[in-house]
C-alpha cells in the first residue's frame, strides 16, 4: 500500500503547474520566454483575430500610402476634364470623384490622385466628359471592406462565444466545456490535510471503533482476509444533525494511510439528465485507479432518496441512484475501495441502498450521554483559557439532548462573553449564560414592561417553580428569571434534569403537565385573572395528554393500544414523528374528552398545592420583582426546602 500511496504522490507532482527549480529546491518564479516548452505555448481564437486585423490595416494603410485625395470646386473639376487631367469619374450622390494618374519623375512610381467635389445639377457635364473621352460610372454606396467583416463575421462569432461563456458559467463549469460535465467533483484529501484522528471525535465510542475497524483492513489487509472476513462494501452514518457524522469521517481520511475521496451527494446533480450518473462512473473509476482508498457521500440523501411511490420515475437523481447501485455492486471485496455515507434522514433512503451488499454496515451517531457531552466540552475547550473554577461536568449536566455541535457553539459563546466582559479568562458564569442564551434567547434588558405584567410574570415563573420543587419526579429547579430573552419570553424557569432519562411513567408525564399548568394557576390565585402568558405551556401540555392516551396506551378505556400510525421520522432535534389517525369518529371523541379531563383533574391538583404554599408564592414573587433574578439555593431556601 506504501507503494501505491507513493505512485499518488508522484502524479499529483506532475500534474503541477510550478515547476520545481533544481537549484534552490522552490518553485521558479519566472521562466525564459526562449526556455518555454513549445508544447505550453497555446494558440487562441483571439489570436488570429487580432493577427487578421492587423494585416487589413496593414493593406489599407499601403493602398492610402499611394492615393492623394483632394477637393475641389465644381468649377475646377470642370476645367481638370478639359485639360485632359482627370481621365475616371465615379458619380456618387454626395461626391463626385475625379481619378488621375501622375508619374513621379524621382521614383518612377504611378501616384492617383482623387479629386473630389460637390455634385451640381448640370445637363452639359455628361456631354463634356464624353467630349473629352472621360471614362465615367455611378457610384454604389458601399460600407468600408473592415466595418462589413466586423458586422459579417467578427460579431456573430463574438455573440455566440459571449453566449456561450454564460451558459457555461451558469452551469459551473467555466471554461470546461460540454465534455467536462461528466467530471465528478470530488477531493482527494491527504490525511495531514484535515488535522483530525479518533481522538479529537468524542462521544461516540461505539461508533469509533466500527471505523477504526475499517482502517485497521486497509492497513492491514491480511489479517481478515487469512479467516476468511471480508470487509463490508458500505459503512452509513446515520444521525441527527449535529452530531459528528463528518467530523467523525474525516478522522478516518486522517487516520488512513490511503487516498481519501470527499464529495457532496448535491455535487451529482446537474440539470442536464445524465451528468450525475456520468460522474459517479468517473468517481469510482478513479477510486479503483488509486484502491485501496476511501470514499465518503456527505448528505446521501440527495441522491439516494426512495423510488417508491415517486411520479414521473425517470429523473436525473434516479439515473443517478441508479448507477451508484450498479457501481457498488461492481465492488471488489479484495479491491480495498470502501464506501463511507452519511445521511440524517435514513428512512427515505431507498431500500436497495441499503441492503447488505451495499451499505453493509449502519453506524448510529446518537446524542451523546452526560460522559460524551463532557468529555466532547473538554476536547473543544482545550483551547480556551478556563478560570480554574470551571466545572464542565456541571455544563455538560446542564445540557441535557445537546449534540457535540449545539456544545461547540456553547464553548464559544462563553468566551466570547468573557472577551465581552473584559476578562483574560472564562468563568462558570459565562458557561451558564450561553446555555441560556442558546436555550432561551438573547437577552433583552432593555426591553420595557409595564408594572402590572412584570407582576403576572414574576408569580407566573414562581408558580412554575414551587410546583416542579413540590412534585415528585420533577426535574430540580436551576434558576428563576423575568429578565425577558428571545422574541416572546418575558421570563422562564430554569430546570436541570439530573440524569439522562429514557423512559418515563405515567406519574412523572403528570408531573410534567403539572410544572406546565403551575404558572396559569398562580396566576388564577394571586389576580382572580388568567393571561396569554401560558399558551406554550398549555400546547406542550396538551401535547403530552394526548400522547399519553393515543400513543402510550394509558387511558382507561383504550389500555395498552396505540390509536395512531407513526409515518416518516426525521431525526432533527425539533421534528416529531408523523402520525395518521386510525380511528372512528367516537374515538376521536373520545380522546378529545379524555385529554380534556386529565388536564382539568392537574389543574385542580396545581391549585390546591399553590393555595396551600400562597405564603411562599408570594414571598418568592416579591423578591423576584427585586432581583429579577433567584438562583437555587436561595429558592429552595424561601421554599422551605432544605
Known amino acids: 500500500m506504501n507503494d501505491k500511496n507513493d505512485n499518488v504522490t508522484q502524479s499529483q507532482k506532475k500534474d503541477s503547474r510550478w515547476n520545481k527549480d533544481p537549484k534552490k529546491g522552490g518553485p521558479a518564479e519566472h521562466d525564459s520566454f526562449f526556455n518555454m516548452n513549445p508544447k505550453q505555448f497555446k494558440y487562441s481564437l483571439w489570436f488570429f483575430i487580432g493577427a487578421l486585423f492587423f494585416i487589413m490595416i496593414l493593406n489599407a494603410s499601403i493602398e492610402q500610402m499611394n492615393q492623394t485625395q483632394e477637393t475641389v470646386s465644381f468649377s475646377d473639376f470642370k476645367e481638370k476634364i478639359e485639360a485632359g487631367e482627370i481621365i475616371k469619374v465615379r458619380l456618387g450622390e454626395k461626391f463626385y470623384y475625379g481619378q488621375t494618374i501622375s508619374v513621379q519623375e524621382s521614383t518612377g512610381t504611378q501616384k492617383t490622385v482623387i ?19 472621360v471614362d465615367y460610372s455611378a457610384a454604389v454606396q458601399q460600407n468600408p471592406m473592415l466595418m462589413n467583416f466586423i458586422l459579417s463575421w467578427v460579431f456573430p462569432f463574438a455573440f455566440i462565444y459571449i453566449i456561450w461563456k454564460l451558459m457555461a458559467k451558469k452551469m459551473g463549469n467555466l471554461g470546461a466545456g460540454v465534455m467536462n460535465f461528466g467530471k465528478n467533483r470530488s477531493m482527494i484529501v491527504a490525511e495531514t490535510d484535515t488535522h483530525v484522528k479518533f481522538e479529537d471525535v468524542a462521544g461516540a465510542e461505539e461508533s469509533k471503533e466500527e471505523l477504526k475497524e475499517v482502517v485497521d483492513f486497509l492497513d492491514n489487509p491480511g489479517k481478515y482476509t487469512e479467516i476468511g472476513g471480508k470487509i463490508p462494501k458500505g459503512v452509513l452514518l446515520v444521525g441527527s444533525p449535529g452530531t459528528g457524522k463528518t467530523l467523525l469521517a474525516r478522522a478516518v481520511a486522517g487516520e488512513a494511510n490511503v487516498p481519501f475521496f470527499r464529495m457532496s451527494g448535491a455535487d451529482f446533480v446537474e440539470m442536464f439528465v445524465g451528468v450525475g450518473a456520468a460522474r459517479v462512473r468517473d468517481l469510482f473509476k478513479q477510486a479503483r485507479e488509486k484502491s485501496p482508498c476511501i470514499v465518503f457521500i ?23 441512484l441508479n448507477q451508484l447501485l450498479v457501481e457498488m455492486d461492481g465492488f471488489d471485496s479484495t479491491t480495498g475501495v470502501i464506501l463511507l455515507g452519511a445521511t440524517n434522514r435514513p428512512e427515505i433512503l431507498d431500500p436497495a441502498l441499503l441492503r447488505p451488499g451495499r451499505f453493509d454496515r449502519q453506524v448510529v451517531m446518537d446524542r451523546p450521554d452526560i460522559t460524551g457531552r463532557e ?14 473554577s470551571v466545572n464542565l461536568e456541571l455544563v455538560a449536566r446542564a445540557t441535557p439532548g445537546f449534540v457535540g455541535a449545539d456544545l461547540a457553539n456553547i464553548i464559544n ?71 425577558p430573552r428571545g422574541i416572546s419570553a418575558l421570563g422562564y ?9 429514557f423512559l418515563m411513567s405515567r406519574e412523572e408525564l403528570l408531573g410534567k403537565i403539572d410544572v406546565l399548568l403551575g404558572g396559569r394557576a398562580a396566576e388564577q390565585i394571586i389576580f382572580q385573572e388568567i393571561s396569554t402568558g401560558a399558551a406554550n405551556d398549555l400546547t406542550r401540555a396538551t401535547d403530552i395528554a394526548r400522547s399519553m392516551i393515543t400513543e402510550y396506551g394509558m387511558s382507561e378505556k383504550f389500555k395498552n393500544m396505540v390509536l395512531t400510525k407513526r409515518g ?32 382539568k383533574d392537574r389543574y385542580s391538583n396545581v391549585l390546591q398545592l399553590l393555595k396551600d404554599k400562597q405564603d411562599q408564592l408570594e414571598k418568592i414573587s416579591e423578591k423576584l420583582l427585586t432581583i429579577e433574578t433567584i438562583e437555587a439555593d436561595e429558592f429552595y431556601k424561601m421554599a422551605g426546602i432544605t
Open 568 to 599: 416518516s421520522q426525521f431525526l432533527g432535534p425539533a421534528a416529531q414523528p408523523q402520525m395518521s389517525r386510525e380511528y372512528s369518529e367516537a374515538t376521536q371523541q373520545y380522546i378529545d374528552e379524555e385529554v380534556a379531563e386529565i388536564l
Open 298 to 320: 456527505d448528505e446521501l440523501d440527495a441522491i439516494g432518496k426512495s423510488r417508491i411511490n415517486v411520479a414521473g420515475g425517470n429523473d436525473e437523481r434516479e439515473q443517478t
Open 375 to 388: 468529555a466532547i466540552l473538554k476536547i473543544h475547550a482545550k483551547d480556551v483559557k478556563l478560570d480554574n
Open 413 to 483: 459563546e462563553a468566551a466570547l462573553l468573557a472577551v465581552r466582559a473584559g476578562r483574560k479568562e472564562v468563568l462558570q458564569e459565562d458557561f451558564s449564560e450561553a446555555i441560556e442564551k442558546t436555550v432561551a434567547g438573547l437577552q433583552k434588558k432593555n426591553r420595557l414592561i409595564n408594572p402590572k405584567e412584570r407582576k403576572i410574570v414574576a408569580h407566573h415563573e414562581t408558580g412554575h417553580a414551587l410546583t416542579a420543587a413540590f412534585t415528585k419526579g420533577a426535574d430540580p429547579v436551576q434558576k428563576i428569571t423575568i429578565v
Open 493 to 501: 424557569t430554569l430546570q436541570t434534569p439530573t440524569e439522562d432519562r
Open 115 to 133: 479629386y473630389q467635389t460637390v455634385p451640381i445639377n448640370d445637363p452639359a457635364f455628361i456631354s463634356l466628359m464624353d467630349a473629352h473621352n
